[in-house]
Nanobody, 114 residues
């Protein structure tokens, strides 16, 4: 059975940092493109960052470019989202997504507040 489980969310002050993790099971995440999305209540889920299966090419939403970094550790079958200089508008539930498997995690909540 394939699955992804997110973790690392929590409460952080503006300007702070968090690192989200997406642990994959039942498949080798290093062979697949992986995405991070985020969603706030009442709004659509939006793509934040992607890492490709080939050469680990990364792409980012304009709103997070320069502050967020997506990466992977194939030995741990895990994809990360390092989030720096967090802003209140970054608060959301963050989801790991595997497009080729049509697979979503349950999400991890990020709150940015003083």
């Amino acid at each position: 059975q394939v699955d992804v489980i997110e973790s690392g969310g929590g409460l952080v002050q503006p300007g702070g940092s968090l690192r989200l993790s997406c642990v994959a099971s039942g498949f080798i995440s290093g062979t697949m493109s992986m995405n991070w999305y985020r969603q706030v209540p009442g709004k659509e889920r939006k793509l934040v960052a992607s890492i490709s299966s080939a050469r680990d090419l990364t792409t980012y939403a304009n709103s997070v470019r320069g502050r967020f970094t997506i990466s992977r550790d194939n030995a741990k079958n895990t994809v990360y989202l390092q989030m720096n200089s967090l802003k209140p508008e970054d608060a959301a539930t963050y989801y790991c997504h595997v497009p080729i498997l049509h697979l979503w995690g349950l999400g991890t909540r990020v709150t940015v507040s003083s």
